[in-house]
């Protein structure tokens, strides 16, 4: 195990009800809003009208920055600094998922930073700093209620790019499994895979003396993989949205990360993929992740190996660690599969023609992946394969 340092700013305010705690936040983070949310879901199953209650008891007044996109842009990003510069904003407030609250965290920093905040996303600037900023989960998926990380695309350039900060950590976040009981089943899907993608970036890594944290990692993938399929079969059910939920945000809040160092390359590729093409990103990362793991376990079984028995309950009854890593793969194949994720390229109309441009895309910055290192012919490989 790796020396660390651990710290979560964010205050989580987890179950039904827990909205009534947004009064009291937006009473400490000052009377001026930008409230920042997608299509608007949000009107439509009363979380809205929730939202402004708790901000109105406060005596908040919010400026609205609705049509947040999937795959959040830099534009938005730059539309949303500029209302918080006009308006002598204090504070922003997400309601949304994982691309509202991403979108959120670049306009709270953008607002404070001189100069053009795609310097910082693109790493030729650092940031200096961000409003205060508060979370409202409505769906499960990504973990960025209770981390610093964020994914912008850049619609013009068709680069699509992670970054972070410490001071881009919610203050507070608020998840109520009632608010994601509306998601429909393909937003549900992927945010399923999104999260078990992030568990398998932290799982794969090299380290030793890590017991805990893979234990952390199996018990979280075991319980999606127990309880995402009765969800499929009733999606307004509560307590299973709340496992689900909950098991997003301890995918991504630094916990199953302390002491190893993951992969993070599907991440890379998906990104390169979804800036080219715009597709949903558990889409791609139920897509590509299994073909990076036929690569990384024909070099390193063992962990494969533990998966498929911890995980899927795969007998190892006198096999090889490469049979059951096999079996293990095949296993996670055939669980997204059976929840309705996409299995093929092609699935979204994707040919060979950009595999190319997407893989200097996915190794910009140099080769990527720690468990194994994938150069751009890597890359390549495996887009092809997934076709």
Known sequence: MRPFVYENPTRLYFGEGQIRHLTDEAVKLGRRVLLVYGGGSIKRNGVYDAVLEALGAAGAEAVELPGVEPNPRISTVRKGAQLIREHGLEWVLAVGGGSVIDCAKAIAAAAVFEGDFWDVISRRAKPTGALPLGTVLTLAATGSEMNGGSVITNEVTKEKLGWGSPFTYPRFSILDPAYTASVPRDQTVYGIVDMMSHVFEQYFHHDEQAPVQDGFCEAILRTIVDAAPKLMEDLGNLELRGTILYCGTMALNGTLSMGVT??????????????????????????????????????????????????????????????????????????????????????????????????QKATAFGPIGRYITLQAEDVEDIYRSAL
């Not at 390359?265 to 590509?288: Q, R």
């Not at 995980?311 to 090889?320: E, I, L, N």
């Open 262 to 359: 993951g992969d993070w390359a599907d991440h890379d590729m998906e990104h390169a993929v979804s800036a080219v093409y715009d597709i949903p990103h558990g889409g791609g990362l139920a897509i590509l992740f299994p073909h990076w793991m036929d690569r990384a376990s024909a070099r390193y079984p063992e962990k494969f190996a533990r998966m498929a028995v911890n995980v899927f309950g795969v007998r190892p009854d006198g096999k090889s660690a490469a049979e059951l890593a096999k079996e293990g793969i095949a296993a996670l194949r055939e669980f997204w599969k059976s929840i309705g994720a996409p299995t093929r390229l092609a699935d979204y109309g994707i040919d060979d023609s950009k595999i190319g441009e997407m893989a």
